[in-house]
């Protein structure tokens, strides 16, 4: 009976500890999904570890960027010179153009009585890594808890709209883009006025999804978020219009975004530490 | 244990590789799945499943949104190569290549079913090539090198080959 007994916890034991581990897989995926995790203090142990040669690397591929784009570019300097010599003058007549198109905005502003908005305290950060897969686009920066940095806080670039802050462990956070498949914000077109999602499709690119067929959105027009939903302050810029599908049914039309930040290029980004006031716009 | 060391610090090493080095490629290869492989073909079933399970976890911290979306597909992968063992040869690169050719194709169409359920996009033929041709074939192309060197690495620590 025991013999019996033996050979049958052998034989099971194998499905019994694939089934256990694949259980705890489902639980920790329905836990986890549609909310940002907190990472816990085993995980959050691992990106500590690492994350000390993620900034080695970054801090070393910098430094070999800027060498190479110091010396060994000297070659093409006199050229370079010339062109930058030409490129003063034109930033100097533009410059002269923008300060007259402030001054205008500025009495249209009080014109219109808006209200001037304080801006919020910033963090800056710098990017010490990129997802470690292909499928999800999500970066680490070098600010965590100890920072003063949230869950669910709001990241910026000069540009727009970086993302969110989907967990954090003591000196590194890790970023959700707006151009991951699981990202949603609530936008609004800033000519047009048309609302919708703008929902991550990966590729750098992002969809306006949910756009009434009577909207005139156009091509060129930047994307601004609503405000809605709390998460995100109105008036960041997610990105701009690169293409309007109308098809002749349904109810909405199909309208693509490019992110206003370049992700590719992206090295530092600013975490907006207090989403609760309004930014300015 | 010293495998179980060997193996969360390889996974270390194959994340950070992941989230710097290869993040600058269009497409990176997933050297986690690798070792996953590895510890399908020459690893016992109990301790193997239990470090896929941990590698998955790993890489649940510095990939995706979920945690445990890629413990439940290096575990399942872990299974399916560990069923094949006992039937098929993988003495040759050639074969551990094929292998992983197969693992990673399963694993794609793992992580393609699963988004598809818990994400509201979906995924356009253009991220095609990027998210799933691409990758394959990177991760088949690296693979043998993975292998050459973890037998290296565990020759080194334990004294004693893969096979």
Redesign the interface.
């Known amino acids: 009976m025991n013999s019996k007994n033996a050979t049958f916890g052998k034989k099971y034991r194998l499905l019994i500890l694939a089934l256990v581990l694949l259980l705890t897989s489902f639980v920790m995926i329905s836990s986890s999904t549609g909310q940002p995790f907190r990472l816990p203090l085993f995980p959050g142990l691992f990106m500590e570890i690492l994350s000390p040669f993620q900034r080695v690397y970054y801090g070393s591929a910098r430094a070999v960027r800027d060498l190479v784009r110091r010396y060994v570019f000297l070659v093409h300097l006199h050229q370079e010179n010339e062109k930058l010599r030409k490129l003063v003058v034109d930033l100097e007549r533009k410059n002269a153009e923008l300060a007259e198109m402030a001054i205008a905005n500025e009495r249209l502003r009080r014109f219109l009585n808006f209200k001037k908005e304080i801006p919020k305290p910033t963090l800056p950060a710098e990017i010490i890594g990129k997802d470690a897969s292909s499928w999800f686009r999500t970066i680490t920066v070098n600010k965590g808890s100890i920072d003063g940095v949230r869950k669910g806080m709001v990241v910026v670039a000069g540009a727009g709209l970086v993302g969110h802050v989907i967990n954090t462990s003591r000196d590194v956070s890790r970023i959700l883009l707006i151009t991951d498949y699981n990202s949603s914000i609530d936008g609004i077109c800033q000519i047009s006025r048309a609302r919708g999602i703008v929902q991550g499709k990966s590729q750098d690119l992002c969809d306006l999804n949910y756009v009434s067929r009577q909207e005139n959105v156009s091509v060129g027009e930047r994307i601004i978020t609503s405000g809605l939903g709390g998460r995100f302050p109105k008036g960041l810029v997610v990105g701009t219009v690169t293409g309007v599908e109308k098809k002749p049914y349904g109810v909405s039309q199909k309208v693509e975004v490019t992110p206003a930040v370049d992700f590719k290029k992206l090295e530092e980004a600013f975490v907006i530490l207090d989403t609760d006031q309004p930014v300015n716009q | 244990m010293k495998n179980a060391i060997i193996y969360l610090a390889a996974g270390?090493v194959a994340?950070?590789l992941?989230?710097?080095?290869f993040?600058h490629l269009p497409?990176?290869p997933?050297l986690?799945l690798v070792l996953v492989v590895c510890l399908g073909l020459f690893h016992t079933?109990?301790a193997g499943?239990?470090l896929a399970?941990l590698l998955?976890?790993?890489?649940?911290?510095?990939?995706?949104?979920?945690?445990?979306?890629?413990?439940?597909t290096k575990?399942?992968v872990f299974?399916l190569v560990y069923s094949t063992r006992g039937r098929l040869y993988f003495d040759s690169h050639l074969a551990k290549a094929g292998l992983v050719l197969i693992a990673v194709s399963i694993e794609t169409t793992m992580?393609f079913l699963l988004?598809r359920f818990?994400?509201?996009?979906s995924?356009?033929p253009?991220?095609v090539g990027?998210?799933i041709i691409?990758?394959i074939l990177f991760t088949t192309l690296v693979a043998p090198f993975c292998f050459a060197l973890l037998k290296r690495t565990r020759i080194l620590v334990l004294s004693e080959g893969l096979e």
């Not at chain 2, 998955?56 to 439940?72: I, K, N, R, S, Y």
């Open positions: 270390l994340l950070f992941q989230t710097t080095i993040s497409v990176k997933d986690v079933p109990f499943a239990l399970f998955g976890c790993l890489m649940d911290v510095f990939a995706g949104t979920t945690l445990g979306f890629f413990a439940l575990t399942l299974f992580i988004l818990t994400s509201d996009s995924i356009l253009p991220s990027r998210l691409g990758p």
